[in-house]
């Protein structure tokens, strides 16, 4: 084998970083981490194409268990911050399902389907990653600080903002984009025509990495993103089984797929 | 439509098989779908594919469909594209060049409307070679060469090659029309014991379906 770049390393220790403060109950904004990892994003996904790289962040900033990170199989569960109740039950069996086959459920700790995609995850005893729009050091919304807190010391939060980044709108379609990058599948449970969310979906098809759009959101006739999405290669989810299909369960690692 | 095609493969793979050898094609498969690197080093899988055919071509009954250095034609995805995103076919073809194998790429054909994915499709709502010339345009370009060789990553029945290979006959009359997939699927076999199968062979429009031999 000639040629190529030198394989990456694993990821490195020390691979899990505590709060300097013990998870807290209040709704503070500002959350104090005491160590962060910085990881190159092209150790998390075994290296990165031509394609892949063009929008990657450079860095990304972790709190948590960072060997989530190299998970077998991560699934991006997004949708609307006004998520509707008949949304959340949704996520609640999609999620359930797939921390049942040991798939990482990864969102991006917004208000809604993100939340509750979180939540849902803890729940059901399964692993999770937020991979926020803001610093580390900060929660947006600020109500979801002990959300963030408890993924911080159980789970993994990643951001490719450093600390004292300041929050802006133009944030969280970035944050879509490193989402996308960092999963094998993305689902959007509910999201409307003008959702952030659409921004992590035309990722993935951009990435060429099966996005699948829940049955149900094609019954709302007023939105036009589902069809439009089906048309560049996303996928319509009647079961959760589409979706072990499309991920690497069960499969060598790719360092061992040349032959 | 076009009632025969001549079309070559390299590799093979199982999708439902489930020994090491089948596991490891399938993973890459969904490398070379999603240009994700492979291997110590890593490297990009269609590279990788090139560079082992290109080493092998002397001795393969492949040498026949590149002998006459064809131009090499991307076979377009069954989506619409997004703007910069991943072509499989297209890198597969760019990989083949820079491997010495054809003459240059000639990224003439594009999807206008969506089809199914085959793969992805239930039997019987798969799509038919009608159906994917159908939903492909040709663009006329200039060229001397007298062949022309599609390319894509996976064949299953081939109705994708032949419909492609319809439109881009209709374009370019008097081109002598091949087709290369870099990946034979084995649908009805359990288990595969090696991935490098290089095979030469047809696909035939019978009635409204594509028939591949092998």
């Known amino acids: ?259 | 439509m076009l009632s025969e095609l001549r079309f070559g493969s390299f590799l093979v793979y199982a999708p439902r098989g489930m020994n090491e050898t089948s596991r490891k094609a399938q993973q890459f498969v969904r490398a070379l779908k999603e240009e994700r690197p492979i291997g110590i080093p890593r490297q990009s899988p269609s590279d990788y594919a090139a560079r082992r055919l290109a080493d092998e071509l002397s001795a393969s009954p492949l040498q026949d469909l590149f002998r006459v250095d064809p131009l090499l034609v991307p076979v377009p995805r069954s989506s619409l594209s997004v703007e910069g995103g991943i072509w499989p076919a297209f890198n597969i073809a760019t990989a083949l060049v820079r491997n010495g194998i054809g003459a240059g790429v000639l990224p003439c054909l594009t999807r206008v409307n969506a089809v199914p994915k085959s793969a992805f499709a239930a039997a019987g709502t798969r799509p038919r070679p009608v159906d994917h010339y159908d939903s492909i345009e040709g663009t006329r370009m200039v060229t001397d060469r007298p062949m022309l060789c599609l390319i894509d990553d996976v064949i299953t029945k081939g109705a994708t090659l032949l419909g492609a290979a319809t439109r881009l006959q209709q374009t370019f009359p008097q081109a002598t029309v091949v087709a290369f997939a870099l990946v034979r699927t084995l649908g009805f076999v359990d288990d595969i014991e090696s991935i490098v199968d290089p095979a030469v062979g047809t696909v035939t429009l019978r009635g409204d379906e594509a028939v591949r031999e092998p």
């Open chain 1, 1 to 259: 084998m000639a040629g190529g770049e030198a394989p990456p390393p694993a990821i490195a220790s020390p691979s899990r970083c505590k709060l300097a403060l013990p998870m807290a109950t209040s709704n503070a904004r500002v959350i104090p981490p005491a160590a962060l990892v910085t990881i190159d994003p092209v150790r998390v996904m075994g290296g990165l194409n031509e394609f892949e790289k063009r929008h990657a962040p450079q860095q990304l900033y972790a709190c948590g268990d960072v060997s989530l990170l190299e998970a077998t199989a991560r699934v991006a569960v997004v949708g609307s911050r006004k998520a509707s109740l008949p949304g959340r039950k949704r996520v609640a069996r999609l999620v359930g399902a797939l921390v049942e086959r040991g798939v990482v459920i990864v969102s991006g700790l917004a208000a809604g389907i993100d939340t509750a995609a979180h939540e849902q995850t803890i729940e059901h005893g399964g692993r999770t990653i937020a991979v926020l729009g803001t610093p580390l050091d900060e929660a947006h919304p600020a109500s979801n600080a002990p959300l963030q807190r408890r993924l911080m010391e159980e789970h993994l939060a990643v951001t490719q903002f450093p600390l004292g980044h300041p929050t802006l709108r133009s944030n969280f379609p970035r944050r879509n984009r490193t989402m996308a990058l960092l999963c094998h599948a993305s689902v959007i449970v509910e999201a409307g025509e003008s959702s952030g969310t659409l921004s992590q979906g035309w990722e993935a098809l951009r990435l060429n990495r099966p996005l699948f759009i829940l049955r149900s959101v094609f019954e709302n006739a007023e939105l036009t993103w589902p069809e439009e999405m089906l048309q560049y290669g996303a996928h319509v989810l009647e079961d959760p089984g589409q979706l072990f299909e499309a991920l690497p369960l069960g499969l060598p690692p790719l360092e061992e797929v040349a032959f």
